[in-house]
């Protein structure tokens, strides 16, 4: 279950989301199938725990939303895309750890 801090992007609102915010928007291409995306999921939320008010995070399901994740080339999930301003300035890619993603978004936030 996803931490209230986390957004749910959809095709309809992922570009307004991206602009209106004022702090960086780490972003998370995930699959419901999607093994590693399971067991990211946890880091996702305590990092959106964490860095709530400097970052904010959202989810896109990329079945549900395959128009916003082939914008943006994902060819393999999870992919994780950090936008500021509403353009992609860092991504990582795979099951990774907190600190490896706290470490990916430190030079943004």
Known sequence: MASEKVLTLTEGNFDATL?????????????EWCAPCKRLAPT???????LDGKMAVGKVNVDDHPQVSARFGIRGIPTMILFKGGKPVDQI????????????????I
């Open 19 to 31: 602009q209106a915010s004022a702090v960086p928007v780490l972003v998370d291409f995930w699959a």
């Open 44 to 50: 996702i939320d305590a990092v959106a725990l964490e």
């Open 93 to 108: 890619v795979g099951l990774v750890s907190k600190d490896e993603l706290k470490k990916m978004v430190a030079g943004h």
